[in-house]
């Protein structure tokens, strides 16, 4: 057999990587980040019954009686589960301080912070690497004296790698060589967030060449915005597992985020993990409501607009094999695709919306609503599909096309200390009429004018206004659609029409002059 052949003959083992979320201790160093107990444990049950990570840090040991309650219960609830050896606080090297304190939450595994490079240990502990690898080997006998695990973080690793490898292979290998229960995991951190994809290999591969039988998890940062793409590299290098936080949270520029590292994980590596994915949009609502840190729209996976396709040439392609289409399916992470509606849609988008709404247009009907979407998307960003059944029925209950009574310009003021004012000009039956009032209200001094033309030019009365009544379409958007209905007293009975538009006071000018339109047909019938 060939080399060629050899080459393509061979089945790589997709490997199995351990995925550890640090959103409730890490993630919450992001700045104005604190998580209340009830809340980090309705995370916690969340991280490891629905998303199914395989572990999770939740708190650092020793900060607050605040904190102490939380890991307190979310060991409460891991033990009564069996999940117990999946919950993690990160503790120092303090004389068995982190961990008596982790041992009374009910705690059993320490993520011991040691320093991974000969600068921290020399100038910020003050010690010599013997003297802080004895102190750590204190730490773990007493932690094996506790029944307690432990995974060992080399604080800085990443600079200790690029600046003094000696002292990283001298620390790792006398703990290696150290009697007794040994390290379950050495976490290799970028802690200031300094690498590419290069050195993490570089790095990594020395580690593995050195240690080929440790479990290596890597921990980035994302102040290059490289967290992802390194995390891929460590992994592509013999990382066993990775250290993620839901919606990138942690200090300055945040952390691996878990929902983009799952989708590069299984999509370009095909590497197995325990994440369920349909979970993941649900949690990042979760931990975004409890951080109060919102998700940019255009964020990967769980961003607002990341399955929105805007452009009416995509909704068409969509429609036609699923030409616009990749491996990241929105359905895959509990969403669905969206088709964006404005002045970019076109009729493929429309339709699209329209088929999910159970609407049917005939072609004419559909060129007017698209007509109408492209007009409103001039004036809002967004035409959300809420939107759509009240353009629908605005444009096919009236189209303007026969109407006798038409605004041709009008201007509305309001200024502090002063009344608000309008000026009109109509066109009522061909000929045209201008005047200007001021009123308690934009609106109110638009009707005033109008009553005024009615009154002094045609000689008749202007209807009475019995209600007026607005509603935005359901999705909260600051910049919804606003829908006017407005109530009249009219020759006995009741008149309502509606406007739909942008603005509120558009939208009641187009009710009144749907009022005005129907009084002048039944008028000349």
Not at 230 to 242: D, P
Not at 291 to 316: C, K, L, R
Not at 442 to 455: E, H, P, S
Request: net charge neutral; glycine share 8%; with cysteine.
């Amino acid at each position: 057999m060939g080399t060629a052949q050899q080459i393509n003959s061979y089945t790589r083992i997709a490997p199995y990587i351990e995925i550890m979320d640090s959103t409730l201790r890490d993630g919450e160093q992001t700045n104005g980040v604190s998580f209340l107990p009830h809340e980090k444990l309705v995370m916690a049950r969340k991280l490891l019954y629905d998303v199914k990570v395989d572990r999770i840090e939740v708190a650092s040991a020793r900060v607050s009686e605040g904190e102490r309650e939380a890991v307190t219960k979310i060991c409460n609830f891991a033990q009564k589960v069996g999940m117990l050896d999946r919950v993690e606080v990160l503790g120092f090297v303090d004389g068995g301080k982190s961990l008596d304190w982790i041992a009374h939450c009910g705690g059993r595994v320490i993520n011991l912070l040691a320093k991974g490079s000969l600068k921290h240990c020399t100038l910020q502990l003050h010690k010599t690497p013997e003297q802080h690898i004895a102190d750590i080997c204190h730490e773990l006998d007493y932690a094996e004296q506790l029944g307690i695990g432990v995974n060992l973080y080399l604080e800085d690793w990443s600079n200790g790698m690029k600046d003094s490898p000696d002292y990283v292979y001298q620390l790792v290998d006398s703990l290696l060589e150290r009697q007794g229960t040994p390290v379950r995991r050495f976490m290799l951190p970028d802690t200031l967030g300094v690498m590419n994809p290069l050195q993490v290999i570089e790095y990594f591969r020395k580690m593995m060449k050195r240690y080929p039988d440790c479990h290596f998890d890597f921990h980035a940062h994302n102040d290059y915005d490289l967290a992802v793409s390194n995390s891929l590299a460590a992994v592509l290098s013999g990382a066993r597992g990775l250290h993620v936080t839901v919606n990138g949270l942690g200090e300055r520029c945040g952390n691996a985020p878990i929902a983009s590292v799952q989708a590069i994980l299984k999509d370009q590596f095909h590497a197995k993990t325990s994440i369920v994915e349909s979970q993941l949009n649900d949690l990042s609502r979760m931990v975004e409501s409890f951080s109060g840190i919102s998700v940019a729209p255009n964020q990967p996976i769980v961003g607002e607009n990341v399955f929105t396709q805007v452009a009416g040439v995509h909704a068409d392609g969509d429609s036609k094999d699923k030409l616009y289409y990749n491996e990241l399916m929105p359905e895959r992470f509990g969403r669905k695709r969206e088709y964006a509606l404005g002045k970019n849609s076109g009729r493929a988008n429309i339709a699209k919306n329209l088929e999910e709404l159970g609407l049917e247009l005939t072609p004419e009907q559909t060129r007017r609503v698209t007509q109408r979407i492209t007009e409103l998307g001039d004036k809002k960003e967004i035409v959300t599909q809420e939107d759509l059944p009240y353009i629908v029925s605005d444009v096919l209950k009236h189209d303007g096309s026969e109407d006798k009574v038409k605004l041709v310009s009008y201007q509305v003021s309001t200024a502090y200390g002063l009344k608000p004012g309008a000026n009109v000009r109509v066109e009522i039956n061909g000929k045209q009429y201008e005047a200007g009032a001021t009123g308690d209200g934009q609106y109110n001094a638009f009707v005033k004018v109008l009553r005024f033309i009615y009154r002094k030019y045609l000689n008749r009365t202007f209807p009475t206004l019995a209600n007026y009544q607005v509603t935005i379409p359901p999705g909260g958007r600051t910049d919804a659609l606003v829908q006017t209905v407005i109530t009249w007293h009219y020759n006995g009975g009741l008149l309502r029409t509606r406007g739909l538009d942008a603005d509120q006071t558009d939208a009641a000018i187009k009710a009144t002059f749907k009022m005005l339109n129907i009084i002048e047909n039944d008028l000349t019938k």
